[in-house]
């Protein structure tokens, strides 16, 4: 048996996957298939400071290997996930990770200082959203602003801070940088890529919000090659996410650089994956004889 | 255990009508829990997402599944063979609430009409109205009959049945029972909560939206809810698929 513990940020992870915000609401519905302690740890559905309702439907489109979606960032603000949400989320022995969004960086901070006041374990910065029309990615797509908004939130934050990076840029090793520079303790990456499809028939988008964001198998090659380029580039931990199915993913995605994982749209399909993904994950590590998991993260030989 | 993923045993899957078909599958375990207007979220295999079909009977542990091609995945199912295993989640959603001692309309539009028989079955002597395009997509109409329910056709072209609109038959029978339970297109729900509404009928409906996961984790299924002089967001496949058609909001 194998260790599947990862550290990041001083924080400790039973294992190395973490449930994706956003595909995972608050938890309670996946509670229904097996403990969430199956999973090292848990990043919740975006917050933003004000409850949202989200775009109009329809929000989520099937792609070859993938989906997009366009969800709005919906949720009930983050008091009421303090009060209602987070209590129920620290019983269940994993990694508690708050996603904040907001759409000006003053929004952000005061997330960040409620948060820093609560239980949860760490913040994930959402700065990639690329489906509401305020905020979101335009603070994730130049050097400054990614640079400007971690500083700016790392001065109001005192938990582990996870700066969440998008792929819809043109160069992501100067990106991470940028966060590394502005005090993030680790980046998460990557958020979806934007894409669009349109009904033939009705030559309208299949989204309402005419674009959404693309993940799962689909984006899984580009998330390697991002996470790789990212870990040449800054000393702090990557969190590597982007249609991660199976466990051989999960050992490529270690491989690239990254030191924990984060597990999306695979759930829609299998529920059970992030149980499956451990087993593999161990299986592999024993027959190979790695004594721990770490040891696997940046291990890639390249060309 | 309100829901799990299961492998169940595929028994028949045979072409009803024009592009409809019914799937029959065994898993005892999961197939008594299904309640009338409920659903099943069928993984089909190269397919990112699972397809959302309703629940058209449970009996014996076997789920009846009719359900209607509409794109790649419907298709692939349509190939499913007997003896294949299949991957359902289920049951999901909650279903129509059903009153004993109170007589019910069920009214079901194209391929709304499957989760009514299994609603029909839970029902005493109800009225069911089914409503098709056309003679070619009529299904069920014998099951309906050996469920004990009083059967209207209609089709929108006269080839059968009635002609005319499910709605048509509704005002002309509104006297006739206490409440409604409905499923089908969007434009035909709309239709029967104003009827019912104007004449001071309960009504339940069954409505449909692109999905995920199928539980309500994800949140796109949103359908916009009126509670309490407020607008909100709900979820088709946690909050409903049945809704109080009276805080639905077309």
């Given amino acids: ?303 | 255990m309100k829901y799990d993923t299961g492998m169940f045993t595929l028994l028949s899957n045979e072409q009803i009508a024009d592009g409809i078909f019914d799937m029959r599958v065994k898993n005892k375990k999961i197939a008594e829990l299904a309640k009338c207007g409920q659903f099943a979220h069928i993984y089909v295999p190269s397919k990112t997402l699972r397809r959302p079909i309703s629940v058209c009977d449970s009996v014996n542990g076997v789920l009846r599944l009719v359900y209607q091609v509409k794109g790649e995945g419907t298709r692939l199912m349509s190939l499913m063979k007997p003896g294949d295993t299949v991957d359902i989640l289920a049951p999901l959603g909650n279903g129509f609430n059903i009153h004993k001692g109170k007589r019910y309309c069920l009214i079901g539009g194209g391929i709304g009409v499957p989760p009514m028989l299994f609603t029909a079955k839970q029902t005493e002597n109800p009225l069911v109205i089914t409503g098709f395009r056309s003679k070619d997509l009529v299904i069920l109409q014998n099951d309906f009959k050996n469920a004990g329910a009083e059967l209207v056709l209609t089709t929108d072209d006269g080839s059968a049945g009635v002609h005319g609109f499910v709605t048509d038959v509704l005002k002309n029978r509104i006297n006739d029972f206490d409440e409604v339970c409905a499923c089908g297109p969007a434009p035909m729900l709309k239709s029967i909560a104003q009827v019912c509404r104007e004449n001071g009928k309960p009504c339940q409906i069954s409505l449909e939206e692109r999905m995920g996961c199928g539980i309500g984790a994800c949140l796109v299924c949103a359908v916009k809810i009126r509670k309490n002089g407020e607008e909100i967001m709900q979820h088709v496949c946690k909050d409903g698929p049945v809704f109080n058609a009276e805080e639905v909001v077309f």
């Fill in chain 1, 1 to 303: 048996m194998a260790d599947l513990s990862v550290k990041i940020a001083g924080v400790k992870f039973n294992n190395p996957l973490i449930a994706a915000s956003g595909t995972f609401g608050f938890g309670r519905e996946y509670g229904e298939f097996y403990p969430l302690e199956k999973f090292g740890g848990i990043s919740c559905k975006g917050i933003t400071l004000e409850r949202r309702s989200g775009n109009p439907p329809p929000r989520i489109a099937e792609t070859p290997s993938g989906i997009l979606n366009a969800v709005g960032l919906q949720n009930p603000g983050v008091d009421v996930f303090i009060k209602d949400d987070l209590p129920w989320l620290k019983r269940q022995n994993t990694v508690v990770i708050a996603n904040i969004a907001g759409n000006t960086q003053e929004e952000y901070c005061e997330m960040a200082e409620k948060l820093s006041d609560s239980d949860v374990d760490m913040i994930e910065m959402n700065i990639s959203c690329p489906n509401v029309k305020s905020g979101g990615v335009q603070f994730g797509t130049s050097c400054e602003s990614v640079g400007e908004i971690t500083s700016a939130v790392r001065r109001h934050c005192k938990k582990p801070l996870i700066v969440k990076l998008s792929p819809n840029v043109t160069d992501i090793s100067e990106i991470a940088k940028s966060a590394e520079a502005g005090g993030a303790d680790a980046v998460s990456m990557i958020n979806t890529i934007t894409g669009m499809r349109i009904d033939i028939n009705s030559r309208r988008p299949i989204i309402h919000n005419n674009t959404g964001g693309m993940s799962g198998p689909a984006v899984f090659p580009v998330a390697v090659r991002m996470v790789w380029q990212a870990a040449n580039a800054i000393n702090i931990p990557i969190i590597g996410m982007g249609g991660i199915s199976t466990w051989q993913d999960a050992v490529e995605m270690l491989i690239a650089g990254a030191s924990a994982l984060q597990i999306g749209t695979i759930l829609f399909s299998d529920p059970y994956a992030p149980i499956k993904i451990n087993e593999g994950l161990n299986e592999y590590l024993d027959k190979n004889g790695i004594e721990s998991i770490t040891q696997l993260t940046g291990t890639i030989k390249p060309w």
